[in-house]
């Protein structure tokens, strides 16, 4: 096919598949693992995508896959380490992946099973194949985007979450994905599952943070299934290495009466693509999503987002802001579907940006496809400058220019920030953003 | 305190201010009236400091400095502050957080400790009272939806913050109901000190009766064609702007 790359990282992957498969005794036989297998047919016959794929278009992964990585690496990264890190001493239900592999040393799980079921992918698979059977891989898609049909046919670790119906969780679930590059080039495919009961809420974070000089690959998939009148807030906090690749889809289904809050804050990354899906398959859903992204350097930050309305009387919003300096590239595609049957839907967007620099650019592409007449749609986007006025008006008042700029950029974000209701990791990112706003 | 020799500005080329000379001491007011267009805003934001203008003439000296050569961060450390005839909007910015900044950014340059949040809380309470500003505006994003009048108490309440030694008031009375007009000019007052001078822009005599200057000036096509005391106000509110138009013609 001529719009897919024949590459080392491919055929690496293709091998790491077939020895992989080779370890597995009884598991090979396992629902999850037929998924594995038919997921890797698939990638096997996709290939990585090139600019040519109209959903790759302005994000070219030709550097990616030429590229080879350890899937496997080894860090002796420990509690020394989260220190040193300055990561904040997070409460809550606070999980370690290191590498991709769970870390149950670092970890600590602090809600009672009764409102909360977690167990590392590995052990799912084998104490509730159940779950797996009935959730995983049924939404993300495999058969058509290739990097999901990677994750899956690698899906080994990560979390699978249970809220059992009714239960309100009120510490709030943190996954930490550290991917250890200081070494070797270092790749990592997390797979997670959340379900949510009927009438249960929880609040959970997936931060990445890359350490290290190596080259990074994170190719992380995020299932989440939003139940009858369940209320979930989601947010994506990312900040990697100039050298990181990071691709991820968090696939989200709403079932009627569901609430789903999405925050994507990506302070840091050399190449990040976003995929954002949501179902609404359920009437009277509402589904909001966030995202700030500030790329800098040579940086490059691509945000997908797709609402499908497939049932009556829903209400989408989703609001993506982005500052961008020096020679950093940003790319918004937002799509939004609407279903023939499902009259009634209220649907939103915008998109925001500053572009700081005449080097830096920034794509944005809404699409709307509506099938159904009685609908509330719209969708704008602007790319502007700071506004001098405001500057001046500030530094007038005794602010110098580099702190008013800071100001106004912080100010800019703002409504994302106070979007995220976990605590810690508002302020982390609060003096995350600030720091590399006054860069 | 204030001198300005022969000053001379243009944007895009175009010449506004032709040769203005101004001379201000400490504790005095001064009204600066003139036709619209005649280059008055112009004048403040040059002594703000707004990069937009271009000085290609005279000077200005501020307290035994060259004022032109400073940035506009540093004429409000050094004791400048501009009241806006139309106070920016900055959405997400607090006028507490705006102000916490502003004032503690100027302590700083002055080698002061900044105040810390209940000391600054304690100041802003009592400054409040001068304007009769609301808690409540205070907590929102600095100037966004306020109306014309809350935002014109919002500068004096600035200005009552930061305490400068030189306040230009560019219009502070337009959009003001005439409750607010009085409020807002007695905060005016409450502010005179012997230390402090004030430039009052205005078109309107009715602000003048609250905060009299010691001194009117006509600002007529980039120049002050006409000075005189407070009685002058009088008659270019009987009179109209025609009899100094006529006046600058016939030389
Ligand atoms: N940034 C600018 N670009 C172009 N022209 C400008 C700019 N600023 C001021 N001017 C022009 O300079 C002249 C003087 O304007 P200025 O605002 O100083 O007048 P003013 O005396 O304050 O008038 P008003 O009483 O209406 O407030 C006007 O002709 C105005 O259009
Ligand atoms: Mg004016």
Same mark, same amino acid.
């Given at each position: 096919?001529?719009?897919?790359?024949?590459?080392?990282?491919?055929?690496?992957?293709?091998?790491?598949?077939?020895?992989?498969?080779?370890?597995?005794?009884?598991?090979?036989?396992?629902?999850?693992?037929?998924?594995?297998?038919?997921?890797?047919?698939?990638?096997?016959?996709?290939?990585?995508?090139?600019?040519?794929?109209?959903?790759?278009?302005?994000?070219?992964?030709?550097?990616?896959?030429?590229?080879?990585?350890?899937?496997?690496?080894?860090?002796?990264?420990?509690?020394?380490?989260?220190?040193?890190?300055?990561?904040?001493?997070?409460?809550?239900?606070?999980?370690?992946? #290191?590498?991709?592999?769970?870390?149950?040393?670092?970890?600590? +799980?602090?809600?009672?099973?009764?409102?909360?079921?977690?167990?590392?992918?590995?052990?799912?698979?084998?104490?509730?194949?159940?779950?797996?059977? !009935?959730?995983?891989?049924?939404?993300?898609?495999?058969?058509?985007?290739?990097?999901?049909?990677?994750?899956?046919?690698?899906?080994?670790?990560?979390?699978?979450?249970?809220?059992?119906?009714?239960?309100? #969780?009120?510490?709030?679930?943190?996954?930490?994905? +550290?991917?250890?590059?200081? !070494?070797?080039?270092?790749?990592?495919?997390?797979?997670?599952?959340?379900?949510?009961?009927?009438?249960?809420?929880?609040?959970?974070?997936?931060?990445?943070? !890359? &350490?290290?000089?190596?080259?990074?690959?994170?190719?992380?998939?995020?299932?989440? #299934?939003?139940?009858?009148?369940?209320?979930?807030?989601?947010?994506?906090?990312?900040?990697?290495?100039?050298?990181?690749?990071?691709?991820?889809?968090?696939?989200?289904?709403?079932?009627?009466?569901?609430?789903?809050?999405?925050?994507?804050?990506?302070?840091?990354?050399?190449?990040?693509?976003?995929?954002?899906?949501?179902?609404?398959?359920?009437?009277?859903?509402?589904?909001?999503?966030?995202?700030?992204?500030?790329?800098?350097?040579?940086?490059?930050?691509?945000?997908?987002?797709?609402?499908?309305?497939?049932?009556?009387?829903?209400?989408?919003?989703?609001?993506?802001?982005?500052?961008?300096?020096?020679?950093?590239?940003?790319?918004?595609?937002?799509?939004?579907?609407?279903?023939?049957?499902?009259?009634?839907?209220?649907?939103?967007?915008?998109?925001?940006?500053?572009?700081?620099?005449?080097?830096?650019?920034?794509?944005?592409?809404?699409?709307?496809?509506?099938?159904?007449?009685?609908?509330?749609?719209?969708?704008?986007?602007?790319?502007?400058?700071?506004?001098?006025?405001?500057?001046?008006?500030?530094?007038?008042?005794?602010?110098?220019?580099?702190?008013?700029?800071? &100001?106004?950029?912080?100010?800019?974000?703002?409504?994302? +920030?106070?979007? +995220?209701?976990?605590?810690?990791?508002?302020?982390?990112?609060?003096?995350?953003?600030?720091?590399?706003?006054?860069? | 305190?204030?001198?300005?020799?022969?000053?001379?500005?243009?944007?895009?080329?175009?010449?506004?201010?032709?040769?203005?000379?101004?001379?201000?001491?400490?504790?005095?007011?001064?009204?600066?009236?003139?036709?619209?267009?005649?280059?008055?805003?112009?004048?403040?934001?040059?002594?703000?400091?707004?990069?937009?203008?271009?000085?290609?003439?005279?000077?200005?000296?501020?307290?035994?400095?060259?004022?032109?050569?400073?940035?506009? $961060?540093?004429?409000?450390?050094?004791?400048?502050?501009?009241?806006?005839?139309?106070?920016?909007?900055?959405?997400?910015?607090?006028?507490?957080?705006?102000?916490?900044?502003?004032?503690?950014?100027?302590?700083?340059?002055?080698?002061?400790?900044?105040?810390?949040?209940?000391?600054?809380?304690?100041?802003?309470?009592?400054?409040?009272?001068?304007?009769?500003?609301?808690?409540? /505006? /205070?907590?929102?994003?600095?100037?966004?939806?306020?109306?014309?009048?809350?935002?014109?108490?919002?500068?004096?309440?600035?200005? %009552?913050?930061?305490?400068?030694?030189?306040?230009? /008031?560019?219009?502070?009375?337009? @959009?003001?109901?005439?409750?607010?007009?009085?409020?807002? %000019?007695?905060?005016?007052?409450?502010?005179?000190?012997?230390?402090? %001078?004030?430039?009052?822009?205005?078109?309107?005599?009715?602000?003048?009766?609250?905060?009299?200057?010691?001194?009117?000036?006509?600002?007529?096509?980039?120049?002050?064609?006409?000075?005189?005391?407070?009685?002058?106000?009088?008659?270019?509110?009987?009179? @109209?702007?025609?009899?100094?138009?006529? $006046?600058?013609? %016939?030389?």
């Amino acid at each position: 096919m001529s719009n897919t790359l024949n590459n080392d990282l491919k055929q690496q992957l293709v091998a790491d598949f077939q020895a992989t498969e080779s370890r597995l005794n009884g598991e090979a036989k396992t629902e999850v693992h037929q998924k594995r297998r038919e997921a890797m047919q698939r990638f096997e016959a996709l290939g990585f995508p090139t600019i040519k794929h109209e959903e790759w278009k302005y994000s070219n992964v030709n550097n990616l896959v030429k590229q080879t990585f350890d899937f496997n690496v080894k860090s002796d990264f420990g509690a020394n380490d989260v220190e040193t890190l300055e990561i904040p001493n997070l409460q809550g239900n606070v999980l370690y992946f #290191v590498n991709g592999k769970y870390n149950a040393e670092l970890s600590s +799980i602090v809600s009672p099973e009764s409102q909360l079921q977690i167990l590392n992918f590995g052990r799912a698979v084998k104490e509730n194949p159940e779950l797996l059977a !009935t959730y995983f891989a049924h939404y993300a898609n495999y058969q058509d985007d290739a990097f999901t049909a990677l994750n899956t046919a690698f899906a080994h670790d990560g979390v699978v979450v249970h809220v059992p119906a009714g239960k309100i #969780v009120e510490e709030p679930i943190i996954l930490r994905f +550290i991917t250890d590059a200081r !070494t070797v080039n270092a790749a990592s495919q997390p797979r997670n599952l959340i379900v949510v009961g009927k009438n249960a809420e929880v609040k959970m974070a997936e931060a990445f943070r !890359t &350490l290290g000089d190596n080259g990074s690959f994170t190719n992380v998939v995020t299932e989440i #299934v939003v139940e009858e009148n369940a209320n979930v807030q989601y947010y994506k906090v990312q900040n990697e290495t100039e050298k990181a690749y990071h691709i991820g889809t968090t696939q989200v289904i709403q079932k009627d009466k569901s609430h789903f809050y999405a925050v994507t804050v990506t302070v840091n990354g050399g190449f990040v693509r976003n995929n954002l899906n949501i179902v609404l398959d359920g009437q009277h859903c509402e589904s909001f999503m966030y995202g700030l992204y500030f790329p800098n350097g040579k940086q490059h930050v691509d945000n997908h987002t797709l609402v499908d309305h497939a049932k009556p009387n829903s209400y989408s919003n989703e609001l993506y802001k982005g500052i961008l300096k020096d020679k950093s590239t940003g790319v918004f595609n937002g799509k939004i579907f609407v279903r023939e049957y499902a009259s009634k839907t209220n649907a939103y967007q915008s998109c925001r940006n500053v572009v700081l620099s005449d080097e830096a650019s920034m794509n944005t592409k809404p699409q709307l496809e509506i099938y159904n007449d009685d609908v509330k749609c719209s969708h704008g986007t602007t790319t502007g400058k700071l506004n001098d006025e405001a500057i001046f008006y500030m530094r007038s008042r005794g602010i110098p220019q580099a702190e008013a700029v800071t &100001l106004l950029m912080y100010a800019f974000c703002e409504d994302v +920030i106070s979007q +995220i209701k976990i605590e810690s990791i508002r302020e982390y990112l609060s003096g995350l953003i600030v720091e590399k706003l006054a860069q | 305190m204030l001198t300005i020799t022969d000053l001379k500005a243009s944007v895009d080329d175009k010449a506004i201010l032709k040769g203005i000379n101004l001379e201000i001491k400490p504790g005095e007011v001064h009204a600066i009236m003139g036709p619209n267009g005649s280059g008055k805003s112009t004048l403040a934001s040059v002594l703000a400091g707004r990069e937009e203008y271009e000085v290609t003439g005279g000077s200005v000296e501020f307290d035994g400095q060259d004022l032109l050569e400073m940035s506009p $961060e540093e004429r409000a450390a050094a004791g400048i502050f501009l009241a806006f005839q139309y106070p920016v909007e900055i959405p997400g910015v607090t006028t507490i957080n705006f102000l916490k900044t502003a004032l503690n950014e100027i302590r700083k340059s002055r080698g002061e400790a900044p105040l810390d949040a209940a000391q600054f809380l304690k100041l802003m309470r009592e400054k409040a009272k001068i304007v009769n500003i609301d808690d409540a /505006l /205070l907590k929102r994003s600095l100037n966004e939806g306020f109306s014309g009048g809350e935002k014109k108490r919002n500068e004096i309440f600035q200005m %009552a913050m930061l305490e400068p030694k030189l306040a230009i /008031l560019d219009e502070t009375d337009s @959009g003001l109901d005439i409750d607010a007009l009085r409020i807002v %000019a007695e905060g005016v007052n409450k502010l005179r000190s012997p230390e402090r %001078a004030v430039i009052v822009v205005t078109h309107y005599q009715r602000l003048l009766d609250y905060i009299v200057p010691d001194y009117v000036h006509v600002l007529y096509k980039g120049r002050i064609v006409k000075s005189g005391s407070k009685e002058l106000a009088f008659e270019l509110e009987e009179k @109209g702007y025609d009899w100094i138009k006529a $006046e600058v013609a %016939a030389l």
